[in-house]
Structures are given as C-alpha cells and as structure tokens.
C-alpha cells in the first residue's frame, strides 16, 4: 500500500495538469467505460478483469506470466509493462560478468521446458549455449540444481515463483556458492538476498514509461504493446562478488552495452 500512494504520488507529478487521477470502483468504472484503468500487481489486475464490463487497462507491477491469460483478449485496449526483467537480458548480464562463459543453466518445473526454447536458440547465436534442468518435484530440487551447477558457467534465475521462493533461495545460494558458481536474477529483491547481478527497471523510468502511454491513449485511445520497459539498470551484490573473486565490471558500461544489444537486434527485427 505504502507503495501504491508513493508511484501515485510520482505519476501525479508528471502528468499533465488537465488529468486526473482517481481511486478505482467498479461502480464509478461502469458509468465510465472508455476511462482507462491503471492496475498496480496481480491482485488488482484480476479484480479489474473480472468486472462486467471490462475497461481499458494498462497492468504494472506484474510478471509475464501473471498476464499471460489476459494478452490476447479482444475489446477495450489492454497493454502491461512487465516487472520481471527478460531473460535475454538477464542472461547477457551474466555474460557481460564472466566473459569467457559459454553454458547457461535453468530450471524449470517439468512442462515447461519449452518455454526457454526461443531464449536457447536466440543466445547460441551470442555463443551461449542453454541447458535447461527439469524439477519434477520440491524434493529432486537438490540434485537438479547439483547437476545445473556442474553444466554452467552460471545459473539463470527464473520468475518462477515454485522453484525460487523463500523456502527454496537459501539453499539455492549457498549450493551455488559452494559449487563456487553464480545465480544471476531473477529479480532485483535476490540480489539483496544473494544473487550476484540483475537488471532491474527503476520507478522512474517506469513512471515515464506510464505518463508516455496515457498520453498514447488519450491522443488514440490506444496503448502500445505488452513490453519490458527498455530503461533499465544494472545492480550488483559486491559482497558475493569479493566472496567468489570475481572482478565486476562497471555497471554503466555493462549497462550501455546490454542496451546497445537490444537496440541491434530491435533493428535487425524490423529489417
């Protein structure tokens, strides 16, 4: 909550002088259909979905995977800026830290491995080969991450909330120390609990992200689509780093660079 009224706050402060911001109600929603909805977390994007009548809505603080179910829903327009960092990204981090590594590991919950089929072959054109591990349960968790551990230069964390958790980044972390390996993401609070590095995008530049897309939609009554926000930061645990011995690179140029490759290959997707 405490966040909620601070981003209210900050977004106020940067939007125009004739919008206005309100408290939603589903009541006040349906005598004003076209009036867009801006939805902070998983909680308050499933009760915008579920009303009657569903407005227009651009969803923050959520995970791919959290608005996966909704994207391709037809009617009033429907965008979210995603929380978690991509893994592209993230992965390319860890190669900006250790740039002689070659393998990546993941794991994933059994099902889903195909999921990192587009991530795998997008990094071996970078030279980075992607294995992914299957958990089939909490309890074969120790010898996946065992074997993952052997196979890559480094582990890549996931926003999969059955594998990292709090009952499960402890152990995580200090098999990856032990294996004298690192965890890169999935998500900035790990970095605090651990991980050595994630990108991660900062209020700021979110709230940009969000003035510039209400401005879209007053103007078109369009919202671009679904994305990771491109501005993003770089944040580094120095204490594993001196742990481990391993020398950090700066975090601007780590960051210039992975925005430079995104730019590229933006481009080579257009041409």
Same mark, same amino acid.
């Given at each position: 909550?405490?966040?909620?009224?601070?981003?209210? !706050?900050? @977004?106020?402060?940067?939007?125009?002088?004739?919008?206005?911001? !309100? *408290?939603?109600?589903?009541?006040?929603?349906?005598?004003?259909? #076209?009036?867009?909805?801006? $939805? @902070?977390?998983? &909680?308050?994007?499933?009760? +915008?979905?579920?009303?009657a009548? /569903?407005?227009?809505?651009?969803?923050?603080?959520? *995970? %791919? $995977?959290?608005?996966?179910?909704y994207q391709n829903l037809e009617g009033k327009p429907? =965008?979210?800026?995603?929380?978690?960092?991509p893994?592209?990204?993230?992965?390319?981090? #860890?190669?900006?830290? @250790?740039?002689? =590594?070659? /393998? +990546? $590991?993941?794991?994933?919950? =059994?099902? &889903? %491995?195909?999921?990192y089929k587009p991530l795998s072959e997008t990094l071996s054109d970078f030279g980075l080969e992607l294995r992914v591990f299957t958990v089939e349960n909490s309890e074969s968790l120790v010898s996946t991450l065992a074997r993952a551990l052997n196979y890559g230069d480094f582990l890549l964390g996931t926003p999969d909330p059955a594998i990292y958790n709090r009952q499960t980044?402890?152990?995580?972390? @200090?098999?990856?120390?032990?294996?004298? /390996?690192?965890?890169?993401?999935?998500?900035?609070a790990f970095v605090?609990?651990?991980?050595?590095? $994630?990108?991660? *995008?900062?209020?700021?530049?979110?709230?940009?992200? +969000?003035?510039?897309?209400i401005a879209r939609y007053f103007s078109s009554g369009k919202l671009g689509e679904s994305e990771y926000p491109t501005d993003f930061s770089i944040l580094f645990n120095l204490q594993v780093a001196r742990s481990l011995n391993i020398p950090l690179p700066d975090p601007t140029a780590v960051e210039t660079a992975l925005k430079e490759?995104?730019?590229?290959?933006?481009? &080579?997707?257009?041409e």
């Open positions: 909550m405490a966040f909620n009224l601070l981003f209210r !706050e900050r @977004l106020l402060e940067q939007l125009p002088k004739n919008i206005h911001l !309100e *408290t939603f109600s589903p009541a006040a929603s349906a005598d004003r259909p #076209g009036q867009l909805v801006i $939805s @902070l977390g998983p &909680s308050a994007l499933n009760e +915008v979905m579920q009303q009548v /569903r407005p227009p809505l651009l969803a923050l603080m959520i *995970t %791919e $995977s959290q608005f996966a179910q429907l =965008a979210a800026r995603y929380l978690n960092p893994l592209l990204r993230q992965a390319l981090l #860890g190669r900006q830290i @250790l740039p002689h =590594a070659s /393998r +990546v $590991s993941v794991l994933a919950r =059994a099902g &889903s %491995e195909q999921l980044i402890k152990h995580i972390l @200090l098999t990856t120390y032990r294996y004298n /390996r690192i965890l890169i993401g999935p998500e900035r605090q609990a651990g991980a050595l590095a $994630s990108t991660y *995008t900062p209020t700021d530049a979110l709230i940009n992200n +969000v003035d510039h897309e490759q995104e730019a590229t290959m933006t481009r &080579s997707g257009n």
